[in-house]
């Protein structure tokens, strides 16, 4: 029986590892294929709008994912808790896309900007559906929809490529079509709790969820994002797209690390809550292990496969309006902060199963100021790429803050 448990845990793991790799790797794909076919400011722009999607997956963990997690992996869970929070989730997709025109706007891009904000808003329904799968116990559900969001992106843009119609509004209606099929395939039960049980909710039971959890998780989030992209925003707007196109073309390996994270975070977060529920911090603590491996792993493989197409096809990656030296650069920078994120990630998933919010959220502040004073000074004196610097000062701030806390609520914790 325990083979077969292990065989079973190993395959769920490996669906939770694979699955949103190849969400990141379509992701990949379609931006390497973006360098060669649209301008530096376009580029530039849907990276930053990119990042944008990111923190929307950020903002929807505090708001509504992590209290939603939190109540499932209660043993006896609230059905009004569940139900508010779905409906709360509608109303955030609809406001995170009229958030990404307004951001889209601000920094000039075009009227590919409106079907981009589209597929933002569906992105967040998209997330959200993962992590009701994952709280239902149903990690398949969640695999197929990441496999068949990163299939159907990758045949709309060898349509695009084969039919010659390659341009920022069809590559915008192709995200748009991928995360429609990757929402569908989470499953009936999930299309009709977000479309239809929100209908029933209370909105003003959300205001315990709020004063509870949300508030400073959500405080956390904005620190985190900041520690993590003040460089993105700072540089966008100080300096234009076409400036922060170079840092955006030298993420496009680690990107996916930075997705692949935050989603084994989403896998492993009802995994930790059940241990700490139950007072086994020994299995608290091989989640922790287990993650760490995971992230440090999927860390390695893509700076092994990076350094290989620097030194074998560096003509993917650098583009004659690009400068070498500065791709190689952010690259390095963005190589050290990742890994400190690793550091952090299976910390931050301990701490707030323990329900350590207010913590958690003073600690990303400080780390933010760390990162905002660094990437101003390094802006005023160096070149824009060098502004990564900062965020590595801020980030390395996190980690250590991180893992002082993460031992002091070890503790804590109940046997």
Same mark, same amino acid.
Request: glycine letters at 6%; one cysteine or more; proline letters at 4%.
């Given at each position: 029986m325990r083979e077969k448990i292990s065989v079973r845990s190993f395959f769920q793991y490996a669906l939770a590892v694979v699955a949103?790799?190849?969400a990141s790797a379509a992701h990949f794909l379609v931006q390497l294929v973006m360098l060669s076919r649209v301008s530096p400011g376009e580029f530039g722009a849907f990276v930053f709008l990119m990042v944008l999607v990111q923190l929307g997956y950020g903002l929807s963990n505090a708001l509504v994912s992590t209290p939603y997690d939190v109540n499932a992996s209660q043993q006896h869970p609230v059905q009004e808790t569940r139900i508010v929070l779905t409906a709360v989730n509608a109303v955030y997709a609809l406001l995170f896309t009229a958030g990404c025109i307004g951001a889209g706007l601000l920094i000039g891009a075009g009227e590919w900007v409106y079907l981009f904000a589209l597929f933002g808003g569906l992105s967040m329904l998209r997330w959200f559906g993962r992590v009701f799968s994952y709280a239902n116990r149903?990690?398949?559900?969640?695999?197929?929809?990441?496999?068949?969001?990163?299939?159907? +992106?990758? !045949? *709309?843009?060898?349509?695009?490529?084969?039919?010659?119609?390659f341009s920022m509004k069809a590559i915008s209606v192709a995200f748009i079509v991928a995360t429609?099929?990757?929402?569908?395939?989470?499953?009936?039960?999930?299309?009709?709790?977000?479309?239809?049980?929100?209908f029933s909710a209370r909105p003003l039971s959300y205001i315990h969820i709020w004063?509870?959890?949300?508030?400073?998780t959500l405080i956390g989030v904005v620190s985190t994002e900041t520690t993590a992209n003040a460089h993105s925003y700072l540089v966008t707007i100080f300096a234009g797209p076409a400036q922060f196109a170079p840092m955006g073309a030298a993420a496009l390996f680690l990107r996916p690390i930075m997705l692949s994270m935050t989603a084994l975070s989403q896998f492993e977060r009802p995994f930790m809550g059940r241990a700490i529920s139950a007072g086994d911090l020994g299995g608290a603590r091989r989640v922790k292990r287990?993650?760490? +491996?995971? !992230? *440090?792993?999927?860390?390695?493989?893509?700076?092994v496969l990076a350094a290989g197409v620097f030194a074998l096809k560096p003509s993917l990656i650098i583009k004659p309006e690009y400068s070498a030296q500065d791709i190689h650069i952010a690259f390095a920078l963005f190589a050290l902060i990742t890994l400190l994120q690793i550091w952090q990630a299976p910390n931050n998933v301990f701490l707030q199963a323990v329900r350590a919010f207010r913590p958690l959220s003073t600690v990303s502040v400080v780390s933010c100021i760390f990162s905002i004073i660094g990437v101003l000074l390094s802006l005023c004196f160096l070149p824009p790429v060098y502004s990564l610097?900062?965020?590595?000062?801020?980030?390395?701030?996190?980690?250590?803050?991180?893992?002082?806390?993460?031992?002091?609520?070890?503790?804590?914790?109940?046997?």
């Open positions: 949103p790799s190849s149903r990690p398949f559900a969640t695999a197929v929809s990441d496999l068949t969001y990163a299939t159907v +992106l990758c !045949l *709309a843009v060898v349509f695009l490529l084969i039919t010659n119609s429609i099929f990757g929402t569908i395939c989470i499953g009936r039960d999930f299309l009709r709790e977000q479309f239809i049980v929100p004063r509870d959890q949300a508030r400073w287990r993650f760490h +491996l995971a !992230l *440090a792993l999927l860390w390695i493989g893509t700076i610097i900062g965020i590595a000062i801020g980030q390395l701030v996190m980690s250590i803050k991180l893992s002082e806390l993460a031992n002091k609520w070890t503790i804590k914790v109940p046997a």
